[in-house]
């Protein structure tokens, strides 16, 4: 009922929204594929999963899937090949980053109250899932029946030193998360563009008056 009585000027409204969400979506991903692709070198450290974390808790859980899977595509085709391929591993890269839209969007109003060390943490945890399921699945995939539980256990062993890399620099950037979504509200409101105002992320709600007249005098 509610939509058979919205008005022309909101639909365009929220035209408008849709649009803006989905240019700053895109531009955060492409910043994104470009940071991992410019740490490519650099054993397990990827901007990737703060990247759809950020955009979930900005945007809600439509925007974080889409960029979960178009993200982990365009990475894997254009940037992998640089060093090889991953192959069928693109399944398991991808069940992991949607898990991780997933999770951030149905507990959105959770993470933005949680302080930056907790969200370095839940960072930290999904590295660690990462890293354990691509690497246990890769290789299940790879020796098929040739793959014992030995081996499987001596591998996540000899790739401790890459585990403890991503679980550290998922730490660092997730506990930036906070950080992150106000200077992206802030870079709007001081604009006086309104329409992308998150009242229930972060500290922005707190601010909004203040940010409310600032942007009125833009």
């Not at 790879?142 to 539980?149: A, C, E, Y």
């Not at 030193?161 to 991503?166: C, D, E, G, I």
Request: with cysteine.
């Amino acid at each position: 009922m509610n939509k058979e009585k919205t008005s022309p000027k909101q639909r365009e409204t929220d035209r408008i929204q849709s649009i803006l969400k989905m240019s700053v979506t895109a531009a955060i991903a492409s910043l994104g594929i470009i940071l991992s692709a410019i740490v490519i070198f650099f054993p397990n450290i990827e901007f990737i999963s703060v990247t759809i974390f950020l955009i979930t808790l900005l945007f809600g859980i439509e925007y974080g899937l889409l960029t979960a899977i178009s993200i982990a595509v365009v990475y894997e085709f254009l940037v992998i090949p640089i060093y090889g391929s991953g192959g069928l591993l693109i399944l398991f890269k991808l069940l992991c980053y949607i898990s991780l839209a997933l999770v951030a969007g149905f507990g959105r109003k959770l993470f933005v109250k949680l302080s930056f060390w907790e969200l370095g943490v839940f960072g930290a945890t999904f590295a660690l899932l990462y890293d354990v399921i691509t690497t246990l699945f890769g290789q299940i995939i790879v020796l098929q029946q040739s793959v014992t539980l030995t081996y499987l256990i001596s591998l996540l062993i000899w790739g401790i030193p890459f585990t403890l890399s991503h679980v550290i620099g998922n730490f660092i950037l997730f506990s930036l998360t906070k950080t992150l979504i106000n200077w992206v509200v802030a870079a709007f409101q001081f604009r006086g563009i309104k329409l992308l105002m998150l009242p229930q992320l972060s500290d922005s709600g707190k601010n909004a008056k203040t940010n409310d007249v600032r942007g009125d005098v833009s």
